[in-house]
C-alpha cells in the first residue's frame, strides 16, 4: 500500500512560480516510477511530467518542456515539480501518481493507466 500527498499548490500571477511536493509513504517509493498529471476543469487528465526512480529517465509535456522540472529524494521518500514561468492555460488540479509495477530499466510511464496509486490533488491557479 502507498498514500501519497501533495502540497505547495496555490494562487499565482502569469509568471511565478510554485513548487508542488509529493511526499510517499512505503519502503520501497525509491523503485516506484512517479508521475505528476494535470487536470483541468472540463479536460482530461493529462501527463506534465514523469521520472523514473533513479532520475536516469524524466519525460515532459511539451507544454511544459524548459518551464518545469521533476525531481526527487529517495531518502526522503519525495517528488517535487518545481514550476517557473507559469501560465494561465497551467490552472488545474495537479496529482501525483505512483507506478509500483514499474521495471526499474525503463522510462517512466505517461500514461495515466500505468499508474496504480494517486494523491488527492492540489489546485494551482495562475491568474492573467
Known amino acids: 500500500q502507498v498514500q501519497l500527498v501533495e502540497s505547495g499548490g496555490g494562487l499565482v500571477q502569469a509568471g511565478g512560480s510554485l513548487r508542488l511536493s509529493c511526499a510517499a509513504s512505503?519502503?520501497?517509493?525509491?523503485?516506484?516510477?512517479v508521475g505528476w498529471f494535470r487536470q483541468a476543469t472540463g479536460k482530461e487528465r493529462q501527463v506534465v511530467a514523469a521520472?523514473?526512480?533513479?532520475?536516469?529517465?524524466?519525460y515532459y509535456a511539451d507544454s511544459v518542456k524548459g518551464r518545469f522540472t521533476i525531481s526527487r529524494d529517495n531518502s526522503e521518500n519525495t517528488v517535487h515539480l518545481q514550476m517557473n514561468s507559469l501560465k494561465p492555460e497551467d490552472t488545474a488540479v495537479y496529482y501525483c501518481a505512483a507506478d509500483t509495477r514499474y521495471s526499474g530499466y525503463a522510462p517512466p510511464p505517461t500514461a495515466s493507466v500505468k499508474y496504480d496509486y494517486w494523491g488527492q490533488g492540489t489546485q494551482v491557479t495562475v491568474s492573467s
Open positions: 512505503g519502503r520501497t517509493f525509491s523503485r516506484y516510477a
Open positions: 521520472i523514473n526512480w533513479s532520475g536516469g529517465y524524466i
